[in-house]
């Protein structure tokens, strides 16, 4: 019977006779489970032959290329380079408030800094990459053979075509016969964090779709420190397997409060959490517990987030509203 541990041994097999006894491939990491789970597949193939490129692209989660750093390089063993390129992106983010149009900006300078990076990392290596890992599901094959609806674009940040072209590098997706729950269960005997198995997913354009109106350092400050308190929360709390994705965002608008014998004036955050099990739909999370849970996070939130005075919680199922914001 067809198991997950043939599954590895298959897959790490059929690698190593793909690539060669001196090829080498690069890829991208994101921190979420597939090109972590895709990225340790390689390893365990190639070892330092596979090349993980990690592109700050200034609007990831709180401390999250340090922790992409321990997990993958320091625990994982994983050849990995993280590439800071926060202040390109921030820049060409300027005075843009039009959500696609952040997702392309974010899509294409992804791309041309990727682009860059690999040509760096081919030269180091004597012009010997030849693959280029794609961390793509069964699902992502499906859709974009026969889907070509709003999330058409989530595909742009993964449109690497240059590359393929430019590079000539050829396409190595060890994840396209699998659905989500076989990359958790890979992930596992893969021996990976549980932690990290059960990441809730996070869009490519990160918190730029996530500060509403126009991103910048100190709105995206303001939206990562309370994400991560609202997830540090949901952990404590015991609902994080729950939920299929939660996140906090920064609305453009400010309200009136009061704080000691003060007025104050400042911006309002919007928490989200979801239930879902393909992300088509979505059912927004409820429950006694889950709001007394909902209400500590707000105060904390308030007190430990400079600029922020109010904290909403968004009740829509998608459809018609959708996961995210933007
Ligand atoms: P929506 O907001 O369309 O989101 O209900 C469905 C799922 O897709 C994620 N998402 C994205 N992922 N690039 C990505 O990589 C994007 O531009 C993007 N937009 C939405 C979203 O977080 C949710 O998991």
Redesign the pocket.
């Known amino acids: 019977s067809w198991s997950m541990g043939e599954f590895v041994n298959k897959e790490i097999a059929r690698i190593r006779q793909i690539v060669g006894p001196a090829g080498h491939v690069i890829g991208a990491v994101s921190g979420g489970v597939d090109s972590t789970v895709a990225a340790k597949l390689m390893n365990e193939a190639i070892g330092d032959r596979f090349h993980a490129v990690l592109v700050d692209n200034g609007v990831m989660r709180l401390n999250e290329c340090e922790n992409v750093k321990k997990m993958l390089a320091d625990k994982m063993g994983i050849n990995l380079k993280i590439v800071n390129a926060a202040d390109l992106f921030l820049d060409r983010l300027k005075g843009v408030t039009d959500p696609e149009k952040k997702?392309k900006i974010i899509g294409n300078t992804f791309i041309e800094v990727f682009e860059a990076e690999a040509a760096i990392i081919d030269k180091e290596c004597g012009g010997e990459i030849e693959y280029l890992l794609q961390g793509t599901l069964y699902p992502d094959v499906i859709e974009s053979i026969s889907f070509k609806g709003?999330?058409a674009?989530?595909k742009?940040?993964h449109n690497v075509g240059g590359l393929l072209e430019d590079m000539k590098l050829k396409l190595i997706e060890p994840l396209r016969e699998l659905f989500k729950d076989e990359v958790r269960e890979l992930g596992k005997i893969l021996g990976l964090d549980d932690e990290l198995v059960w990441r809730h997913?996070?869009?490519?354009?990160g918190i730029a779709?996530r500060v509403l109106g126009e991103v910048t350092r100190e709105q995206v400050e303001i939206a990562r420190l309370a994400d991560h308190i609202y997830i540090e929360e949901i952990k404590k709390g015991g609902f994080y397997r729950q939920i299929s994705?939660a996140y906090a965002a920064l609305l453009p608008v400010k309200a009136v409060g009061v704080m000691g014998d003060k007025r104050t004036y400042e911006q309002v955050i919007a928490l989200r959490a979801v239930e879902t099990t393909d992300?088509m739909s979505?059912d927004v999370m409820i429950g006694a517990e889950w709001f007394l849970l909902l209400k500590r996070i707000s105060s904390r939130i308030i007190n430990e987030v400079k600029g922020v005075n109010r904290v909403v919680y968004d009740i829509s199922s998608?459809p018609p509203a959708?996961?995210?914001w933007e």
């Open positions: 997702r709003p999330s674009t989530i742009t940040h997913p996070f869009p490519g354009p779709i994705q992300f979505a998608k959708t996961i995210e």
